[in-house]
T-cell receptor, first 113, second 108 residues
Framework: DTGVSQNPRHKITKRGQNVTFRCDPI?????LYWYRQTLGQGPEFLTY????????KSRLLSDRFSAERPKGSFSTLEIQRTEQGDSAMYLC???????????FGDGTRLSIL | RKEVEQDPGPFNVPEGATVAFNCTYS??????FFWYRQDCRKEPKLLMS???SGNEDGRFTAQLNRASQYISLLIRDSKLSDSATYLC?????????FGRGTSLIVHP
């Protein structure tokens, strides 16, 4: 399968814990995006990489969130000191060019107890 | 005002009906447009790109109206399997922005 891969699929953790998600984009795609989606809403942009460079970050992304894409391949999204409001589906997408459609992974569903 | 707006619905239609969704965007610099389909608790999947001249893919037709800044999706001969949320996306030189989606329920 050469699609976008995310893991874990589900993460349940207690408030205050740190969590890390991983995304492996389609191999030839140099653009990688992280989104967050809650029930009844569309995906909300979090951050964007072109190769290894993090070019844009949403104002939604507080200091507790950090993302990396070392070597321009896979990416990780870390949330520190999780809060109830962080419960959501975290989606990763990749594309070949900015004006081309994004392809999404299955997402990681985060539940904060 | 949101950058991309959609009527959340739900649109409740019988099988075989024709249904249309509109989506408005506020950024006049938008150059690329897409429709995605999202099933419950699944990831969005690309349904079709939207081209300036309009385009069709089987029962689905997408159109772009730059003057009024909206895109539309028309579904003909609705099937039960078309039940899903339809997300529109506007992008180009900026980060693609998603609407909140329009829910479609096709009933027998």
């Amino acid at each position: 399968d050469t699609g976008v891969s995310q893991n874990p699929r589900h993460k349940i953790t207690k408030r205050g814990q740190n969590v890390t998600f991983r995304c492996d984009p389609i191999s030839e795609h140099n653009r990688l995006y992280w989104y967050r989606q809650t029930l009844g809403q569309g995906p909300e942009f979090l951050t964007y990489f072109q190769n290894e460079a993090q070019l844009e970050k949403s104002r939604l992304l507080s200091d507790r969130f950090s993302a990396e894409r070392p070597k321009g391949s896979f990416s990780t999204l870390e949330i520190q000191r999780t809060e109830q409001g962080d419960s959501a589906m975290y989606l990763c997408a990749s594309s070949l060019r900015r004006d081309q459609p994004q392809h999404f992974g299955d997402g990681t569903r985060l539940s904060i107890l | 005002r949101k950058e991309v707006e959609q009527d959340p619905g739900p649109f409740n239609v019988p099988e075989g009906a024709t249904v249309a969704f509109n989506c408005t965007y506020s950024n006049s610099a938008s150059q690329s447009f897409f429709w995605y389909r999202q099933d419950c608790r699944k990831e969005p999947k690309l349904l079709m790109s939207v081209y300036s001249s309009g385009n069709e893919d089987g029962r689905f037709t997408a159109q772009l109206n730059r003057a009024s800044q909206y895109i539309s999706l028309l579904i003909r001969d609705s099937k039960l399997s078309d039940s899903a949320t339809y997300l529109c996306v506007a992008g180009g030189s900026y980060i693609p922005t998603f609407g909140r989606g329009t829910s479609l329920i096709v009933h027998p």
